[in-house]
């Protein structure tokens, strides 16, 4: 504690309040809902009953992550068009949950991906093997929420050393998720995503009435030069902006607000081709990140496991639909801050990371300050409570859905599959601080690695290993079990492989920049490999569950009829009845 | 009410599941390439009329309009239609069934 006070003098006292009442209420609501969250199937579906309205914002609220709220301001300030991709592909990739996966899922009824996994091909070892993947998938995803954690805290107190930050958010979640397990999580998300709509829309709102709107301020990035751009007639009437100038560091206008950009230029760029030469490559570059992004959206673990949590599927459905619409509407705002971070703090160019335009949302605020006083410290209070709502909320889902893995299928199903639910209940909490500390300790670790990156890393394995089972699991009734775990596995390790690759030549363990220089393509195929992994995953299914045709369960119809049946026929129940070992709870 | 024995028939049979299926993933489909269009097209559109796309419209390019504003209520348009339309096509399947 004497360290924290230590750093009190230099810190700001309304960014200090607000993020405080944010960690507070978290802290707070945890605690009410351990008085809610009785049951076993409280802690690991929320009883299924949780409302349309509480669980879209719930979803909305876990999947607006650290990457979301700040990553992609800083990523639109940095790189310009190209980074429009990640925002518009997260909000759509949901749009692929509901038209393939959500309904059927939901109808089939289970409580965890692995429990789908072992229902849909009667077998625990692929249970064992989709329990793994969400457990490492989890993890991925972790570590960047932590990363993001502890860069913020120690932005809010200067000085303060980063593992305090990444310590403090692990301590307050791990202890909520023991307390109230998903049915108390799913209020404190939910309330986390209004809390973040909230963080972001008001700085943008001021931001945009001070300094003009959206359109006027992406208008200042024609190509002006500084002399032109501060002749108030050369601007508009209202000279509300007074652009700063550009560092040499940052991208010019045409490269910057133009398609094929900074982002995906980057390969051929190095590879030193010309502009014309390297248009194809990063129209491949832009195919393979949307494909990445929009089936990676649609495989995390942690978003499928909601939909459980919903009383049926007619409202897995209209859950989704209100998911769309508020993580639609919340992206729409940090481009503009990324926008306007532009025009009025380049100096932010000259730093990378977490140091430099990937704060612009903390700092971007604060310039208000210079016109009304002390407003500018308020709206920079409210954006870095919504920042710790972001970490908090997509590290609580997290840590919910791994829990889940290791206490109902590890526990529950392989090591003790005669328990009580008490004793699952127990080993639920147990697990929960098991992996709080895991994470923790994991995530004190990756201070160096790039939050941008880790994400896509996730994504691209999720895309490439969950996205395809799922899809073709529902739709596919010649699928067996060998089938799957063949694409799911082969899928998931090349695109680990790939990335992994990246990374070691990208932090000079290896060195491989001849090899990139001579070979753009093969760099741009290896960072962004969604474009043949996710193909190469279902060609592998297919060929697999060909030759392996005779594994097909025998009860392949029932199986496709509980999946696909309207629920008023009443199916589940009957093959649940059939099936008393596999599927009863 | 237990389910009398043809309409037992008639759900667990052959075609009631292959037309069950066959009509959603339609519906899922015709859905899906409604957004594939737009989404894939939008960087054959930058790739192949730059310049159409840069127009400037109210300070906005083209093509950042439509990225990053109005691609949100499409996709909102196309997720309210399929939630309408799979609704109804449950509740018919549910009715054929069951008026049996």
Redesign the interface.
Same mark, same amino acid.
């Given at each position: 504690m004497s360290t924290v006070l230590a750093f009190f003098g230099g810190v700001d006292p309304w960014i200090f309040a607000f993020s405080f009442i944010t960690v507070a209420i978290t802290i707070w609501m945890g605690f009410r809902s351990a008085k809610t969250s009785k049951t076993a199937s409280d802690f690991f579906v929320a009883g299924r009953s949780v409302s349309v309205g509480w669980n879209a914002s719930a979803i909305s609220g876990e999947y607006l992550s650290a990457a979301s709220f700040m990553g992609i301001a800083g990523m639109v300030m940095a790189v310009g068009?190209d980074a429009? /991709?990640y +925002?518009?592909?997260y #909000?759509?990739g949901? =749009?692929?949950l509901?038209?393939?996966i959500a309904?059927p899922l939901r109808r089939f009824g289970a409580y965890t991906i692995p429990d789908f996994a072992e229902g849909r091909y009667d077998s625990p070892v692929f249970r064992k093997i989709a329990v793994v993947f969400v457990l490492f998938i989890g993890l991925f995803y972790t570590l960047p929420q932590m990363k993001g954690a502890g860069t913020t805290l120690a932005y809010i107190f200067p000085g303060l050393p980063y593992w305090v930050g990444v310590a403090v958010v692990g301590a307050v979640i791990t202890l909520n998720v023991a307390l109230g397990g998903m049915k108390g999580i799913t209020l404190v998300q939910a309330m986390q995503y209004w809390m973040k709509m909230f963080a972001i829309s008001v700085p943008v709102f001021v931001l945009m009435a001070v300094f003009g709107?959206?359109?006027?301020?992406?208008?200042y990035n024609?190509g002006r030069t500084l002399a032109e751009a501060m002749n108030p007639v050369a601007l508009t009437q209202s000279p509300e902006v007074v652009r700063e100038p550009l560092p040499a560091k940052a991208p010019k206008d045409d490269v910057w %607000? #133009? +398609?094929?950009g900074p982002l995906t230029t980057k390969a051929a760029k190095a590879a030193g081709l010309s502009a014309e030469e390297s248009?194809p490559l990063s =129209?491949v570059y832009?195919?393979s990140l %949307?494909i990445a992004l929009?089936c990676g959206t649609a495989g995390l673990p942690h978003i499928l496991v909601r939909f459980y949590t919903n009383p049926d599927g007619?409202a897995a459905? $209209?859950t989704? !639909?209100w998911v !769309?619409?508020l993580i639609?509407?919340f992206?729409?705002f940090p +481009?503009v801050m990324g926008v306007i971070g532009r025009n009025l703090l380049p100096e932010l160019y000259a730093a990378a990371g977490a140091k430099g335009t990937d704060k612009i949302v903390l700092e971007l605020p604060r310039i208000i300050n210079e016109r009304y006083g002390v407003w500018g410290s308020i709206m920079s209070g409210i954006a870095c409570a919504g920042a710790f709502a972001a970490f908090m909320s997509t590290f609580s889902g997290l840590l919910v859905s791994m829990t889940g893995a290791l206490a109902h299928d590890v526990y529950g199903r392989m090591l003790r599959p005669h328990s009580t639910p008490e004793q699952r209940m127990r080993m639920f909490k147990f697990s929960a601080i098991a992996l709080g500390i895991v994470s923790v300790l994991l995530g004190a670790q990756v201070e160096k690695l790039q939050i941008a990156f880790m994400v896509g890393q996730a994504f691209a394995i999720a895309a490439a290993s969950y996205f395809p089972l799922l899809f073709m699991s529902v /739709?596919w009734r010649g699928m067996t079990m060998k089938g799957a775990a063949a694409g799911m596995l082969g899928g998931g390790v090349a695109a680990l492989v790939c990335t992994t690759v990246i990374n070691l030549s990208d932090l000079d363990l290896v060195n491989l920049k001849e090899f990139w220089i001579a070979h753009p393509i093969l760099r741009i195929l290896s960072e962004q490999p969604a474009i043949w992994s996710v193909p190469f995953a279902i060609i592998t299914m297919i060929i697999v569950s060909k030759a392996t045709s005779k594994d097909v369960p025998k009860d392949i $119809? !029932?199986k !496709?009829?509980v999946l696909?049946?309207?629920?008023? =026929?009443g199916?589940k129940n009957e093959y649940i009845q059939e099936h008393q070992a596999g599927a009863g709870h | 009410m237990p389910p009398s024995p043809t309409r037992d028939e008639t759900i667990h049979s052959e075609a009631f599941l292959s037309s069950l299926m066959r009509r959603q993933l339609r519906l899922s489909i015709g859905c899906a390439l409604a957004f594939l269009i737009a989404l894939l097209g939008l960087p054959l559109a930058n790739y192949f009329a730059p310049d159409l796309m840069a127009m400037r419209v109210g300070g906005f390019t083209l093509t950042w309009l439509i990225l990053g504003v109005l691609f949100f209520p499409y996709v909102w348009v196309i997720s309210g239609y399929f939630i309408k339309r799979s609704l109804k096509l449950e509740a018919d399947e549910a009715r054929e069934v069951l008026s049996k």
């Open positions: 068009y429009l /991709w +925002p518009v592909c #909000a759509c949901y =749009l692929f509901l038209l393939f309904g709107g959206y359109g006027k301020n992406l208008g024609d %607000i #133009a +398609p094929f248009k =129209l832009t195919y %949307i929009v007619v459905k $209209r989704t !639909m !769309m619409i639609g509407v992206y729409v +481009p /739709w $119809r !029932m !496709m009829l696909h049946a309207p629920e008023q =026929l199916l | -």
